[in-house]
């Protein structure tokens, strides 16, 4: 047999090897765990409820407010959390490159070495020796030598591709982590810039109050002065000054902690929002309503109910890696490469030495072990799997609550409104009836107890429309889409790290996440 067909002979040997690996493939292929979802949301008749599809991409336009946008605009460049979570797919990309190198010589090297042996000629002769040195002549010899070594373990059982499956896995789990994120994000903007609103207008409200209550105490000061009435009427008129006057600093405290908490979301020191702010005044009125569509829709539309489902892929694949140890493992190794005695003959054909094997490695004595880990990953799976389903209910869950709760907002914001007209009209006549001697004045300080605490909950209550169909819109997964088309990382981060650390091709294609 010629040196020819002893190479194809190896080659072939080694290919069929390669095509049976590929062919095999330990531990279950993952399926979608089954998951229960209500056919119909409870409030599917109401005429608000909507039962067309709709994504909500950017449902923050709906609030027509210039302000909003703006902010949501700025949160998405700026927010760190985010920052952090777009890190993460890149690391799971790096990762995935990783584990997929083992699909390959898990080991190559480039050696050369240079020797150079002294012998002493007044010892004996060392002839128990192996190689060259017991064989020498010579007292002294140079070896020099360069050369490749390489290691594979082949893939027979599917071990490194189910660890590719697993990493593939966690790098869409990362992408849809960086999705919910997102759509948390857009919602705690919003719902702290309506929460802003709010407390503006209760200043406002209280400092209305508080016109009309000094105005109530001129009249009963008024009165006491000339005699009409007693000086309890005055009192009573300025505990009721005093104590809506004591409700402004604590709403300014919550209007500046409030613009804080916006500032950490934007990304940025506080004080800085004033620009944006200024662009509309008032609590954003959404839609009357909402599109909802199905209940099924949120398997594909709910980036946490996405990543539930990776995690529970990557760990079955991760039952695969755990069943391979059961096997044995199929190993080659060689190394090719040149020695010589001196370096004129290094790179001669004559001086070219090599060596290839083939090994087979089985723990068979370890098969407690390597059994008590397989039930591990399986019961890890089945965590998983729980997990999924639990994520799938709680989704409807928060979807079905938020649509009750916006529709009954409505309601009570109509009940609210029709109050405050009623109690605001009802102070107007108490001051008339007062004035004129009519009644006395404990109907005036009822009157406008009722008018403060009923302006007051009519504010609530708008404000409350607007945070439930906010949280609606989060329960339907609404807002991650902004994400398309635009890296993970910002272009700054991006540069820096190229500047610290080789990232090859790892940073392109961002945009479609793999």
């Not at 070594?149 to 982590?177: C, K, M, P, Q, T």
């Not at 069943?323 to 001669?348: H, M, Q, T």
């Amino acid at each position: 047999m010629t040196m020819v067909t002893k190479i194809l002979s190896q080659v072939t040997g080694l290919i069929v090897l390669v095509f049976l690996s590929a062919c095999t493939m330990v531990g279950p292929d993952f399926k979608t765990p089954d998951s229960q979802v209500p056919e119909a949301w409870s409030t599917a008749e109401d005429e608000r409820i909507e039962s067309a599809v709709e994504d909500h991409v950017d449902w923050w336009q709906e609030f027509n407010d210039p302000a909003l946008n703006a902010l949501i605009e700025k949160a998405y460049d700026g927010n760190l959390g985010l920052q952090v979570a777009g890190l993460r797919v890149l690391e799971a990309r790096a990762t995935l490159g990783r584990v997929e190198g083992f699909l390959y010589p898990q080991s190559q090297r480039i050696g050369a070495r240079a020797t150079r042996v002294e012998l002493s000629e007044n010892a004996e002769p060392i002839s128990n020796l192996p190689g060259p040195i017991a064989d020498a002549t010579d007292t002294s010899f140079s070896n020099m030598g360069i050369g490749i070594d390489a290691f594979w373990e082949l893939d027979f059982w599917g071990r490194f591709r189910r660890g590719v499956e697993a990493a593939d896995a966690g790098l869409y789990g990362s992408i849809f982590n960086y999705d919910d994120m997102l759509v948390t994000l857009t919602g705690e903007v919003a719902s702290a810039y309506i929460l802003l609103r709010t407390l503006e207008e209760r200043l406002a409200v209280a400092e209305k109050n508080v016109v009309v209550q000094k105005r109530g105490l001129e009249i009963a000061d008024v009165r006491f002065r000339n005699g009409i009435t007693t000086e309890l009427d005055v009192q009573q008129a300025k505990a009721l000054l005093y104590n809506t006057q004591s409700l402004i600093p604590l709403i300014n405290t919550g209007i500046k902690k409030t613009k804080h908490a916006l500032s950490l979301l934007l990304g940025e020191p506080p004080g800085q929002l004033s620009e944006i702010l200024s662009m509309s005044t008032s609590i954003p009125s959404g839609p009357q309503s909402i599109a909802v569509g199905v209940p099924s829709e949120l398997l594909r539309r709910r980036p946490d109910v996405r990543r539930a489902e990776m995690m529970a892929a990557a760990q079955s694949a991760a039952i695969g890696v755990a069943k391979a140890d059961l096997y044995p493992a199929f190993r080659l190794l060689g190394s090719v490469g040149y020695v010589a005695d001196s370096s004129g003959d290094i790179f001669n054909s004559n001086s070219i030495a090599g060596v290839g094997g083939f090994g087979v490695m089985w723990n068979f004595l370890n098969y407690g072990r390597i059994k008590n880990n397989i039930r591990v990953n399986d019961a890890r799976f089945q965590q998983q799997v729980a997990t999924y389903q639990y994520t799938v209910l709680a989704a409807a869950r928060e979807v079905d609550d938020a649509l009750i709760s916006f529709l009954s907002a409505q309601e009570e914001a109509d009940m609210k409104a029709a109050s405050a007209t009623a109690a605001v009209r009802s102070v107007e006549l108490a001051m008339i009836l007062y004035r004129d001697g009519v009644t006395n004045y404990t109907t005036v300080l009822d009157t406008q107890r009722i008018q403060l605490l009923q302006e007051d909950a009519f504010i609530a209550a708008k404000s409350k429309i607007g945070l439930q169909l906010i949280a609606a819109y989060k329960a339907l997964g609404g807002g991650w889409q902004m994400r398309l088309d635009n890296d993970f990382v910002p272009a700054k981060t991006k540069k820096e790290m190229m500047d610290r650390t080789d990232w090859g091709k790892l940073f392109e294609d961002q945009k479609s996440g793999k």
